[in-house]
């Protein structure tokens, strides 16, 4: 496939290379061909009307026809092959191995929300029949389902070049629920991205989706994806990113004369609380799989734990001697893009500049800058410096942890307490001290969306039991999560009809159960047609 | 009773009479004893202190317990018997037999929301056992339910003084789903919040629920108010009244470090779309049950339909001829308060004087100034004038309504496309007329929250089928609702718990489901045991 370097509205190809930007490989430190469009207000403007024009007949679309258009979505990307794989890898500076397997992810993702969608419960139908003989007024016969918002932009991650960005979670699920989708392709993976979009279009075209139902722009700066958020018909964002992003497109949507539902999922450190019992059990082997936590991937995971807290003593010194070594041992590696390697650089030096703080490990082999490397890196400090700086608590993206030594239990829970909004909390222990700490429990309960017992906070199972979210700054929005068929309620709303005649009513809210989803009629689940 | 006029916070009497206010009573056209104090920041910080501290241990009760709660509120209320009632009826110039039927609304809401809470399955409980043989990864033990946000600032409306004010929909759905309460009393009917505020604290005593899990501060102005919003111990917001006072609270939550959802009501102007066929089987039977809709309680609903619209032709003129004359004879009733009349007469003055626009009726019968009366009134324009012209669309709250007459079915459509957000839309017709003007339908579903047929938008029902919201600016969240069992999730966020003991976690996550509620388990739902 030869990359054509444009924006997708429509099903139509268009924009003007003259002011294009390039894509990076970050392991050969080379800008990759071809040359990117740079989208202006017309293009955000051109693919919002065109997403507006589609709504109303693909919102009128049977579910199984979206489901088979996610399907196909799905087949369409595992069949760009190799040459897929060769390109996000390079543009990311991710193993190939490690692209498959998002590969994979993504798929997989495609399939759940064609599943729900085909199955079609998700909608919420509730039904409450007529009392007319009620007094002192008549009960209406009422019907309620939820139904889709409309044009959705979708921001994809760096991290994620597939599984969180153009035809990732946040794409998958408001396509599912009915929406059309303008996706603001990442600068760094510009490439994978219209690879991607490409495949989306032609399975929109098998499908005989309407056009507009996707479309994808390019560009480097902020201005295209404020443009976008600004844009009076897109009527919700899906973000994946850094806080200060997420934060300005969740500002442009609430300045709106008509504010939007921004889904911003950002920064996390993902703090791991190690008691005594855990340290007890085995410092070496705690240390060892935490170690492989804060390196895994090169520490480019939302849910990288940034943060581990335990009590002084003789078994804390172990593990921390033990997790030191393992950060010494660890290889450096190329990170995503040069910005991200650039942040961490300064976040690790703002870290080890910090007032009580110590650097206690650094990996042994030099990182090489020409290679966009990054290698792990473990800082020390105490609890009492901890709470006094706020800097601390900040998210530095990339394989970075600071171990932070509690004098006591009491401290302990007081760290929790003064924690931010947060992905996951995990917490080690055996259950009988857990449960003699409740305030440790409660304070890690109210700042995280996930609690991990004896475990780490690294590989987000995707399934109806998992949340992936958690209160700001872990995101903008702590009603909702982005991993999940939940992840489809973010684009809809709900909507009622009274007294009207079946004939005139949605599917779903028919006499007739023609779709047999689950239903609530008159207070009780039912899948059976309405008398 | 005697009224003290402070403020409650965390169950003790505080404030400053100094600077107080008084309620007016707008029939009598008097001040009313005693007077009110004013909140300061150390008040609106100390309720929110009171409430954070209560949160732990109120969102750790049974939710029985939480049920008897509600329950405990209802029967308080009703006793406060013809006290409450004519307070209540003294400060809105509502008449005693609305005010009864709204003190049996406000009881049955909150046992609704009692019987929601003590079912329980509506914490959506998903369970999915581990798989730990999986490759390449074992699949973990995942939980996940809904946990209440922390404590909620309630706004109370002035045009329903018990429904919709400090026990109202809003306090209820907080306090069943597990959250302290600070309520802001509306200005107009403070003495009626002092009393239904001590019947919630009667109610926490006697169910020794801790304190701070109800407060309730008095003020006048906009500063109490978005003190509270602004206050980082808040969680979440209700709020029901003014597009002007629900976008303030709203932008101040937005604006905050970590922004908080605002579920604010506003502004409905309820668009009732009459099709030929309706005007054809009895111009005068609609006509007189419009006219019913628009003069009911004096207009001061949020679904007062304030537009009507039909095409041009004879049945047109004999159904606007009818309403007109239905408008006339209506009689003259005293409005909520000062301020809102004011309003009235100013929109109504401002719609008098719009190019294109005719008064075409109002009350026969003088309003009185002096009992703060408003009569109905009828205005009428065509179409074009309508759309040219954005503050023909704006809400006059009160018994006005415009009249719009179309050219034809064309012009109806391009008037429904231009409508904002509403709470509803109803249209008139045969099911065979509407369903040949698909886009009519179409354009109407784009903007409301509700759809009736052949009715009127006046009475809510409150069930689970009904949905009372809609896109801005009827409402600040297109997602929620106020009315009805759903309401409780505004106020709650989704969390998980991976590779728990069953011994720490939530009751309706453990294996043994001793709740009894219906459960998610591995894709089926289910209120057994988990094996």
Redesign the interface.
Known sequence: MTLHGKHLIAGRITGDEAEGFRAWDPAEGAPLDPSFCEAGAADVAAAAEAAEAAF?AYAATEPAHRANFLERIASEIEDLGEALVERASRESGLAAGRIRGERGRTAYQLRLFAAAVREGSWVDA???RPVPERTP?P??D???MN?P??PVAVFGASNFPLAYSVAGGDTASALGAGCPVICKAHPAHPGTSEMVGRAILRAAEAEKMPDGVFSLVHGQGYEVGLGLVRHPLVQAVGFTGSLQGGRAL??AA??RP??I?VYAEMGSVNPVFILPSALEKGPEALAEKLAGSILLGVGQFCTNPGLAFGVAGEAMETFARALSEHIRRGEPATMLHRGIRDRFCAGTDRLGAAQGVRRVAVAERAADPARTEAGGMLFRTDAQTFLANDMLAEEVFGPSSLVVVARDMAELEEVAHSL??QLTASIHGD?EE??RHDGL??AL??V????????FPT?V?V?????H?G???AT??????AVGD?ALLRF??????????S??LPAELRDRNERGV?R?VD?A?STEDVG
Request: with cysteine; hydrophobic share 40%.
């Open positions: 109303a509730r039904i409450e007024v009960k209406p009422l019907r309620r139904v918002l409309g969740f500002d609430a300045a008509v504010p539902p931010k909004g259950a857990i449960a429990v409660r309960r109210r995280a969306g996930r609690f991990i017992f004896n475990g590989g199972e399934c109806s039991a998992m949340h979210g209160p700001y700054p903008t929005d702590v009603r909702t999560g939940a809809v709303r709900p909507a009622a009809w009274q007294d009207f005649p004939s005139l689950r609530l207070g689940y």
